[in-house]
């Protein structure tokens, strides 16, 4: 059989075989058409009437050929949407995570519930109200007006008046509804807390009593409590710490003497020139045993610190009198007079890491991840991990910044020295990309950096730097970035009156283009906890969703 040739047309017929093909009485044979399967049409390349070339036909699809292409395609579309919606229930589930992420910012978000507090905060300035993230709720701790002080008319002493619930309360973010309440005793101080609900526990650890019989009370992630003595000794004095930690602190010996002096400003302050040691010591909340020790040997480099606050004239007060603990998220930080020492929550001293036998305590920043900037000089820091190991050293002050739980977190920021801007630097200490005119980084996304220049929002590309999109601030004029939060396609910041009080806004643009999806009005911080938005506001609080 001869071959045809190439730059002819080539038909061929679909063969059918079932009752609904085209043949003759639903036979399923092809109908006769003139034309062979396999050969030229026409013959000699040429039509059976005028002798035109050939042309091409598409093949005679049957009505079982039809009807199963668009079965076939059907099903394709519902995969391809299964898809999506398997990645978009993944991403939301990524964003449940993490302290800025929310499952969906698509849309903008309405009043779902709200509760009232116990005691309204009513016109004061800020509401300083302490949260803490346990097991997906937000907890809220007993609170007081830092502004307003009431007069007791028995007594004639002032004092904070009290705010918020009066118990320890989780509230569930999703349905608004209380989960538990737990209540504290006198004078009680718990730990860790922050006030944008970026910390997260398993445990809450606070100390409650009077001084001569402190507790230690310990509140679990599902309401359930456990007390026991503090069992102090001596100058001893206990703070609550991360991790379900208490921290005791005491001076292992007397302080020597300080400087005589009648004039403070001529004679360092009054800072003690004597090396004062003070004994910290990390133990477990619920048991009592020992995690670590470390003693901690220093001069206080701030005199401030050493005097009576409602006295600046006085002598330096004593060790005991001055010590304070502040828990971080990752970190322990011991201040007091002749004291200033940062520790991991393993009792690595982190504050002396860089300070090259110097002895000087340097100023400490938590990034996240078990990672902390240690300032090595006016324009300088040292990352280092909670062993002390060194990380990297940068040149400029190491910014903390969010980062959406989809996104590396291969880039540390520093701000540069002399002016705005700031470097990308990578972890092993390489510049990737430098920004001249950004003020401050507001998120770190999979794609984008979200930084604030002057009132306008900018994304730049994260891998390098390059300017993607700009969004006037107009709207936001006069208002300051409080919080910053992500769906992963949506970036919504918070924006409120640095003053506070008063109206502000929450405002939503696309990570990928800086266009406006939606602006709504709030008067207080907005947070996200387990992907949901919930403003704090003076009254109560509200879910968004």
């Known amino acids: 059989m001869s071959r045809p040739d190439e730059r002819e047309p080539v038909v061929f017929d679909l063969v059918g075989g079932g009752p609904d093909d085209d043949g003759p009485e639903g036979s399923g044979a092809p109908a006769d058409d003139g034309s062979a399967v396999g050969r030229p049409a026409g013959g000699e390349g040429?039509?059976?009437?005028?002798?035109?070339?050939?042309?091409?036909?598409?093949?005679?699809?049957?009505?079982?050929?039809?009807?199963?292409?668009?079965?076939?395609?059907?099903?394709?579309?519902?995969?391809?949407?299964?898809?999506?919606?398997?990645?978009?229930?993944?991403?939301?589930?990524?964003?449940?995570?993490?302290?800025?992420?929310?499952?969906?910012?698509?849309?903008?978000?309405?009043?779902?519930?709200?509760?009232?507090?116990?005691?309204?905060?009513?016109?004061?300035?800020?509401?300083?109200?302490?949260?803490?993230?346990?097991?997906?709720?937000?907890?809220?701790?007993?609170?007081?007006?830092?502004?307003?002080?009431?007069?007791?008319?028995?007594?004639?002493?002032?004092?904070?008046?009290?705010?918020?619930?009066?118990?320890?309360?989780?509230?569930?973010?999703?349905?608004?509804?209380?989960?538990w309440r737990v209540p504290l005793g006198e004078d009680a101080v718990c730990g860790p807390t922050g006030y944008d609900a970026s910390v997260t526990t398993d445990r809450l650890t606070c100390l409650q009593g009077p001084e001569d019989a402190?507790?230690?009370?310990?509140?679990?992630?599902?309401?359930?409590?456990?007390?026991?003595?503090?069992?102090?000794?001596?100058?001893?004095?206990?703070?609550?710490?991360?991790?379900?930690?208490?921290?005791?602190?005491?001076?292992?010996?007397?302080?020597?003497?300080?400087?005589?002096?009648?004039?403070?400003?001529?004679?360092?302050?009054?800072?003690?020139?004597?090396?004062?040691?003070?004994?910290?010591?990390?133990?477990?909340?619920?048991?009592?045993?020992?995690?670590?020790?470390?003693?901690?040997?220093?001069?206080?480099?701030d005199g401030v610190i050493c005097r009576d606050a409602s006295d600046p004239g006085s002598a330096p007060v004593g060790d005991t009198e001055a010590l304070h603990v502040a828990a971080g998220t990752e970190s322990v930080v011991v201040q007091g007079c002749g004291t200033d020492a940062t520790l991991s929550t393993d009792g690595t001293r982190l504050d002396l890491v860089a300070a090259e036998g110097s002895g000087s305590p340097a100023w400490v920043t938590e990034l996240g991840s078990g990672r902390f900037a240690v300032q090595t000089g006016p324009a300088g820091m040292t990352v280092v991990d909670g062993a002390g190991h060194v990380l990297g050293t940068l040149e400029g002050l190491v910014q903390p910044v969010a980062v959406a739980p989809d996104a590396p977190d291969d880039l540390w920021f520093a701000g540069r020295t002399g002016g705005t801007g700031f470097d990308a630097v990578r972890e092993d200490g390489s510049t990737a990309w430098t920004e001249r005119s950004g003020t401050r980084v507001l998120l770190a996304a999979r794609d984008v950096v979200v930084m604030e220049r002057g009132s306008r929002l900018i994304g730049l590309d994260r891998d390098t730097g390059a300017e993607l999109w700009e969004r006037a601030g107009d709207d936001t004029s006069g208002l300051a970035n409080f919080r910053t939060v992500t769906d992963g396609e949506t970036v919504a910041g918070v924006y409120l009156p640095p003053e506070g009080g008063g109206a502000g806004m929450l405002v939503a643009v696309g990570l990928a283009t800086g266009a406006e999806?939606?602006?709504?009005?709030?008067?207080?911080?907005?947070?996200?906890?387990?992907?949901?938005l919930v403003e704090v506001t003076a009254d109560g609080l509200r879910g968004l969703g």
């Open 46 to 179: 040429a039509d059976a009437v005028g002798g035109s070339p050939a042309r091409r036909r598409l093949p005679h699809l049957s009505r079982r050929t039809w009807l199963l292409a668009v079965a076939v395609a059907a099903v394709v579309a519902v995969a391809l949407t299964a898809v999506d919606l398997v990645r978009d229930h993944r991403r939301e589930d990524l964003m449940r995570t993490s302290a800025v992420g929310v499952a969906s910012l698509a849309d903008p978000p309405e009043e779902t519930w709200t509760v009232p507090y116990d005691v309204p905060f009513g016109s004061a300035a800020f509401v300083h109200q302490p949260v803490v993230v346990m097991d997906g709720l937000l907890v809220l701790l007993p609170s007081a007006l830092r502004d307003v002080y009431l007069q007791d008319p028995a007594t004639g002493e002032t004092g904070p008046a009290p705010a918020g619930f009066s118990d320890v309360t989780a509230v569930d973010p999703a349905s608004g509804a209380v989960a």
């Open 517 to 532: 999806r939606w602006t709504v009005p709030v008067t207080g911080m907005v947070v996200a906890v387990g992907g949901h």
């Open 214 to 301: 402190r507790e230690v009370l310990t509140v679990e992630r599902d309401g359930g409590t456990g007390v026991r003595s503090a069992e102090l000794a001596g100058d001893e004095r206990v703070f609550p710490g991360p991790e379900g930690m208490v921290v005791r602190v005491r001076p292992i010996e007397e302080p020597a003497g300080s400087e005589e002096c009648d004039d403070p400003a001529g004679c360092g302050n009054g800072t003690p020139t004597a090396r004062h040691e003070v004994r910290v010591v990390a133990e477990d909340a619920v048991t009592g045993a020992e995690r670590w020790t470390e003693d901690v040997d220093l001069t206080a480099p």
